[in-house]
Structures are given as structure tokens and as C-alpha cells.
């Protein structure tokens, strides 16, 4: 196994759909509710015979926590035990302060950080991803978990980062 994966980003941006789509299984819960993932959720990812094990960091969180202490149990986490991170945010949606908060607490770290940006499911919306460069992150990469658009380009980048 080669190392740590861990998936942060705000509350249904996409990550236990990512998180299921990466391990194959449905693991995690996915629900239109957001904050439905009760759970901490591992599972082993696997990409051109390399497995790496996979958080989703939205498992962490408890019921009644506020929106800051949530994100900062999620990037706590993520920085602790991760070797690469990825950051979800909603192409949908577009870029949010909750992006913009999440983004500043992971750039204080030297842990390498991959920036996808999720429900890309057609050209149109793809487009539209080019203001997440703002959070400072790299280059933005459009996914779409629920189509699996952009999800190769993703790993690619992953296990050349593990
Ligand atoms: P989480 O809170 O970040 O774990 O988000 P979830 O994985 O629970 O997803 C939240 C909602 O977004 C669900 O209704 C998903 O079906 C939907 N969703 C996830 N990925 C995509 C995607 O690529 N495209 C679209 N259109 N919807 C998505
Ligand atoms: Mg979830």
C-alpha cells in the first residue's frame, strides 16, 4: 500500500460519492441531506495495480458541530494522516467562502494537495471551474463522481504524489 489519501471539502460537495466510486464498494453514505455520513470512513482505493487507503473526512463529523469546528476536525485529520490530500469543491455551486476557509487552513501545511472540482458533469460546467485557480491551490481539476468523468486524470495525479 502505498500511502494515505484523505478527501476534505464542505458538506455535499460530493465526497462519499467520490469516496465510493474510488473504492468500488458503497461504503459510505451518500444522501441529498448533507452531513449524512455518520461514520469515519476508511477504504483501500486502488489505481494501475497501486492501492492506497482512502478517508473521507466527512465521516468525522458529529451531530450539532458547527461548520468551522467540523472543517477544522476534517483538515486536522487530513493533515495528520494523509500523505496526499484532496480538496472537493461543487462546480455546481461554484466557489464559496466555505472553498475560500478550507483552502487557507490547508495551504498552511506542506502536505501536497490536489484540487478537484466535482459535479463537472458536462463541457458547460467544466468551464465554469477555472475561478477555483483563486483558491491558490494548483490547478483545478473538473470530476464527475457520479459519472466518473475526470476521475482517471485524478488518480493519475495521486499516484504520482504517493
Ligand atoms: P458529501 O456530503 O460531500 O459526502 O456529499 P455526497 O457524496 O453525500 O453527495 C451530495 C449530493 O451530491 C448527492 O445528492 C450526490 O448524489 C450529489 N453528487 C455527488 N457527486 C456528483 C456529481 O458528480 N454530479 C452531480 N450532479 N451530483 C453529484
Ligand atoms: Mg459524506
Redesign the pocket.
Given at each position: 500500500i502505498r500511502g494515505t489519501v484523505a478527501l476534505v471539502?464542505h458538506?455535499?460537495?460530493?465526497?462519499?460519492?467520490?469516496f465510493n466510486r474510488l473504492i468500488g464498494q458503497r461504503k459510505s453514505i451518500?444522501?441529498?441531506q448533507?452531513g449524512?455520513?455518520r461514520d469515519r470512513i476508511y477504504g483501500l482505493g486502488e489505481w494501475l495495480t497501486q492501492e492506497f487507503w482512502l478517508i473521507?473526512t466527512?465521516g468525522i463529523q458529529l451531530e450539532d458541530q458547527d461548520f468551522a469546528s467540523e472543517i477544522n476536525a476534517q483538515v486536522e485529520i487530513a493533515l495528520e494522516e494523509a500523505d496526499v490530500v484532496i480538496m472537493?469543491c461543487d462546480a455546481?455551486d461554484g466557489m464559496t467562502q466555505d472553498d475560500i476557509f478550507i483552502a487557507r487552513k490547508l495551504q498552511k501545511s506542506n502536505k501536497p494537495i490536489l484540487l478537484a472540482v466535482?459535479?463537472a458533469?458536462n463541457e458547460k460546467i467544466r468551464l465554469g471551474i477555472y475561478d477555483f485557480y483563486q483558491l491558490g491551490l494548483g490547478d483545478p481539476m473538473p470530476?464527475?463522481?457520479?459519472?466518473g468523468l475526470g476521475v482517471a486524470d485524478l488518480l493519475d495525479e495521486v499516484i504520482k504524489l504517493l
Open positions: 471539502g458538506p455535499n460537495v460530493g465526497k462519499s460519492t467520490l451518500v444522501d441529498d448533507p449524512v455520513t473521507d466527512g472537493l455546481q466535482n459535479k458533469d470530476v464527475s463522481s457520479t459519472h
